[in-house]
């Protein structure tokens, strides 16, 4: 079982940076690919970006490109999705998520946080 809790959501004015985080229960983090999710008012839940076990491969959406970095620190059992040069249509709940497969499936994570909100305003 593992337990998820993000932070570092907010608003921000376009252009702007925010670094989420989220942090990891257990003693098992590394054993886990990470990633993050982000579902806007209407839409789907989309793929952002996610992170190897190790942290050494990183795959990210072309929309996020660039621009969004994840990482992750297994010492501290956290995983960041820093952001910068912001868009509003990057606003939407973000969600870290946990599973056993490097995938951009939401399908392939099991286990996710409750979300934190980010508003990018225009």
């Known amino acids: 079982q593992v337990q998820l809790v993000e932070s570092g959501g907010g608003l921000v004015q376009a252009g702007g940076s925010l670094r989420l985080s989220c942090a990891a229960s257990?003693?098992?983090?590394?054993?886990?690919?990470m990633g993050w999710f982000r579902q806007a008012p209407g839409k789907e839940r989309e793929f952002v970006a996610a992170?190897?076990?190790?942290?050494?491969?990183?795959l990210a959406a072309d929309s996020v490109k660039g621009r969004f970095t994840i990482s992750r620190d297994n010492a501290k059992n956290t995983v960041y999705l820093q952001m910068n040069s912001l868009k509003p249509e990057d606003t939407a709940v973000y969600y870290c998520?946990?599973?056993?497969?490097?995938?951009?499936?939401?399908?392939?994570?099991?286990?996710w946080g409750q979300g934190t909100q980010v508003t990018v305003s225009s």
């Open positions: 998520a946990a599973g056993k497969l490097y995938s951009r499936s939401s399908e392939r994570y099991d286990y």
């Open positions: 257990g003693r098992t983090f590394s054993s886990y690919v």
């Open positions: 992170c190897s076990w190790s942290g050494g491969s990183t």
